[in-house]
């Protein structure tokens, strides 16, 4: 067993109680590291330190990695449009190999022969905290006291009161959120039955759409080489831009998820999220993308976004093939210069206009008009070239065979 654990710590319940129990029941020191990759509010640090000390650990960190996150994390995302079973845009997945990357460093500096986390058995986070562990620092044990307590909600939080661990969580919590500056995501209580409603209760990033503007609005978004840089021609950063973003889009209804996803371990789970900006920057880039990557290279783009997507979600965000798959997405971005126009409407986002100075739409030959730069008389042969090889089998074998 580890003498010294460094422990990702969130503030919430089961890592608070993670810190003693460690402490208790394998005799180990605990270091408590919180990442902070947008999730926390003004004055947490402080709440976060305090608890953690009450907890019993041995020391605390609180890392500001919210510019990391967006550049090292969310960019090469973007790049990829990664967007699990075309829905999810990686909320929880993404910060997991960032917030792992400080928990090793962390162990380095403290000296700890261990990491640990405060997830389940059943959910995904286990493994994207496990697997990055190993990738990064295979030297290092992973500890995962949640999977093995045994210990309810209730259970935890009548140890918070016994150990005097200041919380704020309560019994009668109906839902488990996870978020950071992509969005967030909102699981059980009455999400866990897939035939009801979301409540309204648990949205906070986005507004009903019956109670949205109803004057439409439009915002442009700028991109250099693939990456998000301004807002209505001001040039702004991604963490600032993804706030501003969200704010706007959010306040149109725009950016809720309801979907059944299939997780990493095997099992159908409902999940909602609400994810205004990460979603509308996708979109916009998405069709950026469209003016400006050769057909063929759009094509096989698309068909290893998939990939990536199903790698950032299954926790290899280090890996072989991520590296190399992100290295083809860089190269694709080049030429994606260039703007955006999203329309906003009550419940919708949608791209109303795009340009790009090195964009693949040519107008003269796109053009009906008179100007038409196109040579119509070269597609008789090509028409013909191409179906060619159809025209020889329906001879021979299909409907223009004769006996």
Known sequence: ???????????GLDTSIAVRWMREHWGVEVVCCAVDVGQMREGES?????????????????IDARDE?????????????AMYEGKYPLVSALSRPVIVEHLVASARRHG????????????????RFEVSTRALAPDLEVLAPVRTWGLTRADCIDLAHQWGIPIEATKEKLYSIDENMWGRAIECGVLENPWSAPPSDPFTLTRDPGDAPSEPREIIVGFEAGAPVSLDGEAV??????DALGTTVGAYGFGRIDMVENRRVGIKSREVYECPASLALILAHQDLEGVTLERDVAREKQRLEIRVAELIYDGLWHSPLMRALDAFMVSTQE?????????????????????????????????YDASDAFRHEDSDGFVRLWGLSVETWSRRQGPGATS
């Open 46 to 62: 402080d709440v976060i330190h305090r608890r953690a000390e009450a907890a019993g650990a041995v020391e605390v960190e609180v």
């Open 1 to 11: 067993m580890a003498k010294r654990v460094v422990l990702a710590y969130s503030g």
């Open 69 to 81: 996150f967006a550049a090292g994390f969310l960019v090469p995302a973007l790049r990829a449009n």
């Open 335 to 367: 030429h994606v210069t260039g703007e955006v126009r999203l329309r906003l409407e009550p419940g919708r986002c949608y791209a109303a206009g795009r340009r790009a100075p090195r964009g693949l739409y040519d107008h003269d030959l796109a053009t």
């Open 112 to 127: 700890a022969d261990a990491v640990g986390h405060g997830c389940t058995g059943k959910g995904n986070d286990q493994v």
């Open 237 to 242: 950063s991604l963490v600032e831009m993804i």
